[in-house]
């Protein structure tokens, strides 16, 4: 299995308490991949390309080893926030690598969807050219997101 449907997997799975800050769910979700993905290596605040990416998993594999950026954001519920995780994917180079964001705390539906649309939403798999991406939306954003 792929360090992207690992991290995936265990994504979905996390269920995280309703936390006060951006960085103690980050905490929160690396202390969980660390404690799952044995062989992993996983690192916070890791610098990729002149950006910061939340949590960087590397997973060793049969014919090579295999890579996942995780971005993380609470509270996505303006248009600037939304402005400015586009950006930070993009800068993350997603047509190169694969990535996982993940929505936690409160989510504007508005904003949830147009993301979806910039990156060609397909049965909830989001491709491009070829690279894998996933968008989670936990518990407090999922009630905000429905609503």
């Not at 190169?96 to 798999?125: H, M, Q």
Request: aromatic content about 6%; glycine content about 6%.
């Amino acid at each position: 299995m792929s360090a992207f449907e690992s991290v995936t997997k265990l994504v979905r799975e996390w269920q995280p308490q309703l936390l006060p800050t951006e960085l103690k769910y980050r905490d929160s979700l690396s202390a969980l991949l660390r404690e799952r993905l044995r062989d992993a290596k996983v690192e916070t605040e890791y610098r990729h390309s002149g950006t910061t990416i939340d949590i960087y998993v590397k997973l060793p594999g049969f014919f090579g080893s295999s890579e996942v950026f995780i971005e993380l954001k609470r509270n996505l519920l303006h248009k600037a926030q939304l402005d400015r995780l586009v950006g930070q994917i993009e800068s993350l180079q997603p047509r190169k690598n694969a990535i996982v964001v993940v929505l936690c705390g409160e989510a504007n539906p508005a904003l949830v969807s147009r993301f979806k649309e910039k990156y060609k939403t397909v049965d909830g798999a989001l491709l491009l050219d070829g690279e894998p991406m996933a968008l989670v939306v936990k518990k407090g954003a999922e009630k905000s997101a429905k609503a």
